[in-house]
């Protein structure tokens, strides 16, 4: 569907992803009583506008919003006074001393640096002893009452809060151009795009591979409660010519379609079984011709879908093993963010 140029995607639906969500909690009237955001983290690579109005509707709720750039990245200036540039010395840390990260995306694409920018983050924050923090992406938009809300849902002793952006899904390239191609309204799951996190009650780290904070949430499932807040509005973009975004999600994209295979909404973790995952990646293969005939009767996105199942066949199943089993090992050696130790 076509109108000015955008492909114009269909409204999400919310899809209630693990037993521990509890969504649209109810909240007494007074919630400005919450808890106070110790700091909010803002990831950005430069490149959003939308990111200095973010930035003055946050000052209201906290003096501390650190901006965590990319080294190289074009200066900008930002109404804030912790601008933090993750180093390509740090980027090469995690890349380089992280067992998981030696996976099949950094093949693809091994510049992608907002799963660093969310560990470093973290290290911020347990380094100055913040117990509440928020982590927002650049292209967030975020009223009062959604803060005040994650504010009193932590309060009531949540380890997490998240919200679900649906006017423009929060879901990978493939994703998007099948609810095109089909007109059908995607799914859409809790993500990291605008978290709230108690820091004592959430362990683990951001992993590179894409739906990186899937697996950050994942991997606290057992550790306490995560709540989902609501709706949240994330800014339209156009990602369908991006196709190293396109073969870097692969893998990722493989990984999150088994783990609701396996049934994370009971509380289930990410299976180690060599045979199931087979089975998930023929199944996912299988997913991708599907959609690449029905792109060629449609006459539109082949190059894409060709692109993503090219992707695809270039890894194996094994590999997603020999990842999880990584990320399980060491999720249970990092109880606090350390990723940038030597």
């Known amino acids: 569907m076509l109108t000015k140029d955008k492909y114009i995607v269909p409204t999400g639906r919310i899809s209630c992803d693990m037993h521990v969500i509890n969504d649209f909690v109810f909240i007494d009237p007074d919630i400005s ?17 939308n990111i200095h109005s973010l930035i003055n509707d946050l000052h209201k709720y906290t003096s501390k919003i650190f901006v965590i750039t990319s080294e190289g990245t074009p200066e900008q200036k930002y109404n804030v006074t912790n601008i933090i540039k993750l180093s390509k010395n740090d980027q090469n840390d995690f ?12 093949g693809f694409k091994d510049d992608y640096d907002l799963p660093a920018k969310r560990n470093l983050a973290l290290k911020i924050a347990k380094e100055n002893g913040f117990e509440n923090i928020a982590l927002i992406d650049d292209d967030m938009i975020i009223g009062e009452t959604d803060i ?4 009193k849902i932590l309060q009531l002793g949540a380890s997490a809060v998240g919200f679900y952006s649906l006017n423009f899904p ?17 799914d859409v799951f809790l ?3 605008c978290l709230f996190i108690n820091m004592a009650k959430m362990s683990g780290f951001f992993p590179y591979v894409y739906n990186e904070d899937w697996m950050f949430i994942i991997s606290n499932i057992n550790r306490g409660s995560v709540f989902g807040a609501g709706i949240i509005q994330q800014c339209a973009h156009e990602p369908y010519s991006d196709f190293e975004r396109i073969r870097f999600e692969q893998f990722g994209d493989v990984i999150a379609s088994g783990a609701i295979k396996a049934g994370i909404d009971k509380g289930v973790g990410l299976p180690v079984d060599l045979f199931f995952w087979e089975e998930t990646y023929r199944d996912y293969q299988k997913r991708l011709l599907s959609l690449l005939r029905e792109a060629e009767r449609a006459n539109q996105f082949v190059s894409q879908l060709s692109e993503a199942l090219k992707t695809v066949n270039q890894f194996k199943s094994e590999d997603i093993v020999k990842f999880i089993k990584q990320l399980i090992h060491e999720n249970n050696e990092r109880s606090d963010p350390k990723i940038f130790d030597n």
Request: with cysteine; net charge neutral.
């Open 95 to 106: 890349l380089n001393n992280v067992s998981s990260s030696k996976n099949p995306s950094r």
């Open 33 to 49: 009583h919450g808890v106070e955001i110790d700091a909010i983290f803002i990831p950005t690579q430069g490149k959003r506008d």
């Open 191 to 193: 993500s990291g795009n």
């Open 170 to 186: 929060d879901k990978s390239v493939v994703d998007l151009i099948e609810c095109i191609l089909y007109n059908n309204s995607p």
């Open 148 to 151: 005040f809300k994650a504010g």
